[in-house]
């Protein structure tokens, strides 16, 4: 009798489940007719999330980003966290975005370097350093540049990204967070401006043209800054503006010896990437 039981109770049960409508994993119905479909992989619902938004379908494309984050997708979070970041889809919210980029660094800070997805994992320390260095007002994120310094250091060493050099060469260069140390943000401009980053490459031609804690080499400076004033097309427009006043102020000082020399090392600099990337 008690068998008895327990199985009409499992039957009422499963025919109550049954007759209730499916939902997909974006929220929606579905066929309650349809075979019930099994639930979509992270990766799945990441890829048709991202092709929704781009579709127009923003709040189906959100939905599916949101069930990939969920489950723990390193680039849905990361594609929330520029999102909400950027303000782009959704409405800015930079604590959002600290709560997705924190989520990535939690997760996945022992990812293998040489992985495709590592370069996301990288941006989210970066972006999370970003969030230290200012703090975020009324929320419990405050300003901490010692952890934004930890957080470069970790990006900037392990995945050997040029944003987080960059970053953390500033934080040398102007004691903050770090000791005051501008031949160490040259060696971490150094390393960010072989990568083509642009900043990286303007600052250490400043540094090189002007002898600013380095030795002077005029020449390899406006060279820097040359690259950078081309690398510099697609960054931030006040960003574009200080790299310009850097290389205007290099070129109207350089000798016609030095400009020639710069010529020169531009051209070997060709050469060489060409060849890199041949």
């Known amino acids: 009798m008690r068998i008895a039981k327990t199985l009409l109770g499992v039957l009422v049960i499963g025919a109550a489940l049954c007759s209730a409508p499916a939902l997909a994993f974006d929220g929606t119905k579905t066929d309650p007719d349809a075979t019930l479909a099994i639930p979509p992989s992270p990766g799945d619902a990441f890829r048709s999330g991202t092709h929704w938004i781009k579709s127009g379908e923003k709040d189906r494309g959100l939905r599916a980003l949101e069930y990939a984050a969920e489950k723990g997708h390193p680039l849905a979070l990361w594609k929330l966290g520029r999102m909400y970041a950027d303000g782009d889809v959704v409405s800015h919210d930079d604590y959002k975005a600290f709560q997705y980029f924190r989520r990535i660094v939690d997760g996945h800070a022992e990812d293998n370097p040489n992985t495709s997805q590592a370069r996301f994992v990288a941006n989210a320390f970066v972006a999370l350093g970003q969030y230290f260095l200012d703090g975020i007002p009324k929320t419990p994120v405050a300003r901490d540049p010692d952890r934004a310094r930890s957080l470069f250091a970790y990006a900037a060493s392990y995945f050997g990204d040029a944003d987080a050099q960059y970053y953390l060469a500033r934080l040398y260069l102007d004691g903050n967070g770090a000791p005051h140390d501008p031949r160490t943000a040259a060696r971490w401009f ?89």
């Open 190 to 278: 150094a390393l960010a401006a072989q990568k083509d980053q642009c900043r990286a490459q303007a600052m250490l031609g400043a540094m090189l043209f002007s002898g600013d804690h380095v030795p002077r080499q005029a020449a390899r400076g406006l060279m820097w800054l040359t690259l950078a004033k081309e690398n510099a097309k697609d960054i931030a427009v006040n960003d574009q503006a200080w790299i310009g006043r850097l290389y205007a102020s290099a070129i109207s000082q350089a000798s016609d010896d030095e400009r020639a020399l710069a010529r020169v090392y531009l051209r070997h600099w060709s050469d060489r990437r060409f060849e890199e990337r041949r």
